[in-house]
């Protein structure tokens, strides 16, 4: 992760001895974010499969992000009560204990995914998952690109993030319509299509998570909190 | 400290602040909605001693009412920087400077100004405590106005308890004024060099590395102080202490090399520094 910024050259630049604690946080960061990421992909291809170990996978591995969250947790006030840091390195410090925040909430997501997939599993598909794996497919790559930019530093990277979120709202509020007249057309859909509105309700969440880690991200950068500012304002959808 | 007093005269009695230019703005800066008064305004300063340059080519301004904190690592030219602003680093023998200060609008190098009222103007508090060894607390207190001819008793009980009060230290010696200066903890002879400075009524106090050698209890009555003295004085500070400058002031000027690398709030020089020389000190990555 590139958070420092380049010095002249003769500027002596010391590595601090308190240095590998932020390696470490960083590399809790990383893991908990393919975590995240793996949970998600398993929890949809459980739902597209009607696979139920896979699903019963999803849910028992949930413990493991909220460990790593509190691990994080941990260790940001560790650093912050002992190494007293200040600019990028509390930057980073927070930047860290919110996006672990983001990425515990993505897998309490791909959890409540995955409970339904075990309930859908059990009853004949409502309709051909088509909407759902595009909206994740969006919201996944959002969530790799948020990562990437955490990662990296790169800031164009996480303004774009920030302004996909809006595709995965409208399909999200597409897929409400679309359902809601199944549901009105024939009642005995209703569970299923009230499951399938949980389910876009989740990667619509995932992707704000996701958007979150960019918006940290930039702050990370830059120091700015670009949080509801036009910036990062979601591009409006397209008129229908 | 209504009447005024000008730089160029020795007024052996009472402190009011100097005269100030009708450029400077004066003390009405500090009113809503206009721009915080400059109490020094610092152009393109150079101080060498002897052939060896300590400071260069450093632009800055010192608000009123504020605490500037200046940091650096040793020998980054803080301590002369603000030994400038009181005409101290004159006393060094071969000490010469370039650049102008000027003090509330008033060329603090002009031939006419004294200074010796410069110093009671603008007070200084050291590193390490330096109370008169052979004088009382109360005389401790008073020796500034004592030198400068004042003898009016109740002006002196007035003052001396007025700076023991404004330095925080008044209900711990009340009763004990009569014993020596020396006899106090480290932290009380360090506020009691406070009371010292404040009795002549200076308008600017500057701090070198005052807590230093405190502990961290004297250390954080220190910082109270110097948060309460905000509102009647422009306090400037030196400090290695990073938390202490990030704690205590409203703005911060970071110096390496005897350059002034970046000036700016303590906010952003603490959480996005512009430079990234200030970045690495501030963050403890310089070497």
Not at chain 1, 175 to 203: C, G, N, Q
Request: charged share 25%.
């Amino acid at each position: 992760m590139q958070i420092s910024p380049e010095h002249p050259p003769g500027f002596p630049v010391l590595r601090r001895y308190f240095d590998a604690e932020l390696e470490t946080l960083r590399s809790h960061l990383i893991l908990m974010g393919e975590t995240a990421i793996q949970q998600v992909r398993d929890a949809l291809r459980a739902l597209v499969e009607g696979n139920i170990h896979l699903a019963e996978q999803v849910r028992a591995a949930d413990d493991r992000l909220d460990e790593l969250e509190v691990k994080i947790d941990d260790e940001g006030v560790r650093f912050m009560s002992l190494r007293s840091p200040v600019a990028s390195d509390l930057r980073l410090v927070i930047v860290g204990m919110k996006t672990g925040h983001d990425l515990e909430r993505v897998g309490d997501e791909a959890t409540s995914i995955a409970k339904r997939a075990i309930k859908l599993a059990a009853e004949p598909p409502l309709k051909p998952y088509i909407d759902i794996p595009r909206m994740a497919n969006i919201a996944l790559e959002m969530l790799r690109d948020a990562l990437d930019c955490l990662l990296q530093g790169d800031e164009a990277k996480a303004i774009a993030v920030c302004k996909r979120d809006a595709e995965v709202d409208d399909l999200n509020r597409q897929l409400y319509r679309e359902l809601t007249s199944y549901m009105v057309e024939k009642p005995d859909t209703i569970s299923r299509a009230i499951e399938l509105m949980f389910i876009s309700k989740s990667l619509e969440r995932i992707a704000d998570h996701a958007t979150n880690v960019a918006e940290e991200t930039i702050f990370l950068m830059r120091g700015k909190d670009v949080r509801h500012t036009v910036e990062v304002k979601k591009t409006p959808p397209p008129a229908a | 400290m209504s009447a005024a007093e000008s730089i160029t005269t020795r007024r052996p009695t009472t402190r009011p602040p100097i005269e100030a230019s009708p450029a400077a703005g004066g003390p009405s800066g500090r009113a809503e909605g206009l721009p915080p008064e400059v109490t020094f305004d610092i152009r393109e300063l150079s101080v060498f001693y002897g052939a060896s340059p300590a400071l260069h080519n450093v632009t800055l301004q010192i608000h009123a009412h504020e605490v500037t904190a200046v940091i650096g690592p040793s020998g980054c030219g803080k301590s002369t920087f603000i030994r400038t602003l009181n005409r101290m680093h004159e006393l060094t023998p071969g000490a010469r400077h370039t650049g102008s200060i000027r003090l509330r609008g008033r060329d603090l190098y002009a031939p006419d100004v004294d200074p010796t009222i410069v110093r009671r103007q603008v007070g200084m508090v050291f590193q390490k405590s330096n109370p008169f060894p052979t004088l009382s607390i109360a005389e401790n207190v008073l020796v500034g106005l004592r030198l400068n001819g004042v003898r009016d008793r109740d002006l002196l009980r007035q003052r001396l308890e007025e700076s023991l009060r404004m330095a925080a230290l008044w209900d711990e010696v009340k009763d004990i004024l009569g014993r020596p200066g020396i006899s106090l903890s480290g932290g009380q002879q360090q506020r009691l060099c406070i009371a010292r400075a404040l009795a002549v009524r200076p308008e600017v106090l500057l701090m070198d590395e005052p807590c230093s050698a405190l502990d961290p209890l004297a250390t954080a009555r220190i910082e109270e102080l110097i948060n309460s003295l905000r509102a009647s004085y422009t306090l400037v500070i030196v400090t290695h202490n990073m938390q202490q400058a990030a704690r205590v002031s409203d703005r911060t000027a970071f110096f390496y090399l005897g350059r002034l690398v970046e000036y700016d709030a303590t906010r952003t020089i603490f959480m996005n520094p512009a430079n990234p020389q200030t970045e690495a000190y501030v963050s403890g990555r310089f070497g």
